[in-house]
T-cell receptor, first 117, second 115 residues
Framework: GAVVSQHPSWVICKSGTSVKIECRSLDFQATTMFWYRQFPKQSLMLMATSNEGSKATYEQGVEKDKFLINHASLTLSTLTVTSAHPEDSSFYIC?????????????FGPGTRLTVL | AQSVTQLGSHVSVSEGALVLLRCNYSSSVPPYLFWYVQYPNQGLQLLLKYTSAATLVKGINGFEAEFKKSETSFHLTKPSAHMSDAAEYFCAVRGGRSNTGKLIFGQGTTLQVKP
């Protein structure tokens, strides 16, 4: 199956710093990628839909100025958590939609554990 | 709007016993339904999906699910649990032409398998 990678797999940072997380589709092109957030023992909550070459679409309640998303190529989307605070500590998971159809399969990355001190 | 509800946040079975994880959906359009498994500190792996073809869907690792429109359900089953099945399971829905392809997840069910 198709492979999606995330980098880094974990990161610890100080409060107030910014952290960038990369999501790559390794063997397919993805015009659409999704960013999810998962708190311990909870479900995945969609943060935003990332479209190559256009602005991301954020879900209600997600601060777009805090969670910057860039989808500069068909294989790479980045999520930057700006001025991170302890409450931003979470497990961030991306997924990539294979092909252009919205009913195509979505492949998930392994996740990035962010800890803000 | 679409949504899914997973009944039971925690299910415990003995090794070799039947696994039944419940999922009910709500959708104003024909739904596309999915079951995913997540092992600790990992991403999600697709177990199976329903896309309006056969109502009984077979997936990986011996899992299957049956789509029942009359009950708005898509329960996941496995005849005989293995220790390696212990994980978090998520039901998800995607559907509607206006939908961008995003998935809406249920709350998740933790499956514990006892020896």
């Amino acid at each position: 199956g198709a492979v999606v990678s995330q980098h880094p797999s974990w990161v610890i940072c100080k409060s107030g710093t910014s952290v960038k997380i990369e999501c790559r589709s390794l063997d397919f092109q993805a015009t659409t990628m999704f960013w999810y957030r998962q708190f311990p023992k909870q479900s995945l909550m969609l943060m935003a839909t990332s479209n190559e070459g256009s602005k991301a679409t954020y879900e209600q309640g997600v601060e777009k100025d805090k969670f910057l998303i860039n989808h500069a190529s068909l294989t790479l989307s980045t999520l930057t958590v700006t001025s991170a605070h302890p409450e931003d500590s979470s497990f961030y998971i991306c997924s990539a939609l294979q092909g252009g159809g919205i009913y195509n399969e979505q492949f998930f990355g392994p996740g990035t554990r962010l800890t803000v001190l | 709007a679409q949504s899914v509800t997973q009944l039971g946040s925690h299910v415990s079975v003995s090794e070799g016993a039947l696994v039944l994880l419940r999922c009910n959906y709500s959708s104003s359009v024909p739904p596309y339904l999915f079951w995913y498994v997540q092992y600790p500190n990992q991403g999600l792996q697709l177990l199976l999906k329903y896309t309006s073809a056969a109502t009984l869907v077979k997936g990986i690792n011996g899992f299957e699910a049956e789509f029942k429109k009359s009950e708005t359900s898509f329960h996941l089953t496995k005849p005989s649990a293995h220790m390696s099945d212990a994980a978090e399971y998520f039901c998800a829905v995607r559907g509607g032409r206006s939908n961008t392809g995003k998935l809406i997840f249920g709350q998740g069910t933790t499956l514990q398998v006892k020896p």
